[in-house]
Nanobody, 118 residues
Framework: QVQLAESGGGLVQAGGSLRLSCAASGRFSSFNSMGWYRQAPGKERELVAT???????NYADSVKGRFTISRDDAKSTVYLKMNSLKPEDTAVYYC????????????WGQGTQVTVAS
């Protein structure tokens, strides 16, 4: 059974940095892609960044140049380094994993709160 556990959220001043971690249990090497999504109050969940099993990355325009997604397969962990944080980055951040084999499967973590104070 796959479980994703996010950590690293918290309260930070605008301009500050945080690093989120998503530790996966089970089948980490089988994930075709992993990603970070966020949901602010009253808004829909949106993509922040994704990374494929071969290291290709994709970012939302709003975070390009400020956030970096990476993965450590040895630790079964995906990271999101967030720099130059803005109040509009405040949201609950969720980790997502996708596997395409043997069938399409999607897994979500429970989320971690990031609050950026102005």
């Amino acid at each position: 059974q796959v479980q994703l556990a996010e950590s690293g959220g918290g309260l930070v001043q605008a301009g500050g940095s945080l690093r989120l971690s998503c530790a996966a249990s089970g089948r980490f090497s089988s994930f075709n892609s992993m990603g970070w999504y966020r949901q602010a109050p009253g808004k829909e969940r949106e993509l922040v960044a994704t990374i494929t099993s071969d290291g290709r990355t994709n970012y939302a325009d709003s975070v390009k140049g400020r956030f970096t997604i990476s993965r450590d397969d040895a630790k079964s962990t995906v990271y999101l380094k967030m720099n130059s944080l803005k109040p509009e980055d405040t949201a609950v951040y969720y980790c997502k994993a996708v596997s395409l084999s043997p069938i399409y499967s999607m897994y979500w973590g429970q989320g971690t709160q990031v609050t950026v104070a102005s």
